[in-house]
């Protein structure tokens, strides 16, 4: 089977992953790789302003290492992350959202969990150039309903992480 992402440098931030070939809807490309996380034992999520830290539904985590790790958040994705049970453990991977042409950017939503407004629109910025763009790869739904200074705190030591929405 021909290669169906490739890794180079991105004009969004720094290198990216993009179509091999054409793709079409629903495709899965590849696994979400990386150090897996028991639930409650998540380290702190913030490396270097990457974030590369996956939640997984059940509460574990994946800290990214493989190639699916490089790509870049957009506000309107072509791609998302599913999970599926797999070898005893719940795994994720990308997969196409619509049609996508060879050489173009491969981006999905990240939602990060980012409970202060505040670091959602500083430290957690977007231009990703997308004509809806939200200004932040952070969750909005996370910061609307609450305003809790305690949970503003609680997150302003850098814990953040990457949620499957
Ligand atoms: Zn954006």
Same mark, same amino acid.
């Given at each position: ?30 696994? &979400?790789?990386?150090?897996? &996380? ?56 990308? &997969? ?13 939503? &990240? ?55």
């Amino acid at each position: 089977m021909a290669l169906k992402v490739v890794a180079r440098k991105s004009g969004l931030h720094g290198r990216g992953l993009f179509a091999a070939r054409d793709l079409v809807t629903g495709e899965r490309l590849i696994e &979400y790789h990386g150090k897996r &996380y028991e639930k409650g034992a998540l380290p702190d999520l913030e490396i270097d302003g990457v974030t590369k830290f996956l939640g997984l539904s059940d509460g574990t985590g994946i800290d990214g290492t493989g190639w699916a790790a490089l790509a870049n958040h957009g506000c309107e994705p072509n791609c998302e992350l599913r999970e599926h049970e797999g070898r005893g453990q719940l795994r994720a991977w990308l &997969y196409t959202l619509r049609d996508i042409k060879q050489g173009e950017e491969l981006v999905w939503d &990240y939602r990060l969990d980012v409970r202060s407004r505040k670091q959602a629109y500083s430290s957690w910025a977007c231009a990703c150039g997308a004509e809806n763009c939200r200004r932040t790869m952070a969750d909005p739904d996370r910061f609307k309903s609450t305003r809790n200074k305690v949970r503003e705190i609680a997150i302003a030591d850098g814990n953040s992480e990457h949620r499957i929405s």
